[in-house]
């Protein structure tokens, strides 16, 4: 992960995906869906992570 990417955060994340907070936060426990992050604070997602499973799940 580079430093100078584009984060986002779970509430964005989720707006992005069209996903509850609640469903990002199961798909985190359940290692499913775009890697999630921690500051140590709070859960993050790279904004290419969001866009590239956005793809994968379009080519489905």
């Not at 992960?1 to 199961?26: D, G, Y």
């Amino acid at each position: 992960m580079s430093s100078n990417e584009e984060r986002l955060t779970i509430k964005e994340a989720a707006t992005e995906l069209n996903r509850s907070v609640a469903t990002l936060r199961r798909w985190k426990s359940e290692n499913i869906g775009p890697r999630a992050y921690s500051d140590g604070y709070r859960i993050f997602y790279l904004k290419s992570e969001v866009d590239r499973h956005l793809l994968a799940q379009t080519l489905k």
